[in-house]
């Protein structure tokens, strides 16, 4: 699975993020999970069913 394909410009205009920001997330992801995954976990909602 190391193939990359290109983005598709309709995508990538429709996109919530751009690469550049989808690689910064992906490294410290890597990088530091816990910091990471803590800070973006703040921004769900969690509860309890």
Not at 19 to 25: D, G, I, L, N, R
Request: charged letters at 35%; a negative charge; aromatic letters at 14%.
């Amino acid at each position: 699975m190391s193939d990359v394909y290109p983005i598709p410009a309709e995508t990538a205009k429709n996109a919530l993020i751009d690469e550049k920001t989808y690689t910064e997330w992906y490294d410290r992801s890597i990088k530091d999970p816990e910091g990471f995954w803590g800070e973006h976990g703040k921004r769900v909602d969690w509860i309890k069913p």
